[in-house]
C-alpha cells in the first residue's frame, strides 16, 4: 500500500491525485483473452481474489468497478 499512498488525497484516501498508467500484456489462455490487474490497482479498488468486478464501456473506454452485489 506505502507504494500508491502517495498519489492519494489524504481527504479522500481512495481517489488518485494523479492519473496513474500502468500497462498489462493480454494473454491468451483456453478461448479467452486474459490480463491480470496490477497490485495498485486493485488496492485503490478494494478488490480481492473472489470479488466480483464489472466492466462498462463507452466510446472504446473501459471502466472497471467493485461490483456492489
Known amino acids: 500500500m506505502a507504494y500508491i499512498e502517495r498519489y492519494l488525497n489524504v481527504a479522500n ?5 494523479v492519473p496513474i498508467t500502468l500497462k498489462r500484456t493480454v494473454v491468451k489462455i483456453g478461448g479467452s483473452l486474459r490480463l491480470t490487474l496490477p497490485t495498485e490497482v486493485a488496492e485503490l479498488m478494494r478488490v480481492k481474489e473472489g ?3 464489472e466492466f462498462l464501456t463507452t466510446n472504446g473506454d473501459v471502466v472497471i468497478r467493485k461490483s456492489k452485489s
Open 51 to 53: 470479488d466480483i468486478v
Open 13 to 17: 484516501r481512495y481517489m488518485p491525485l
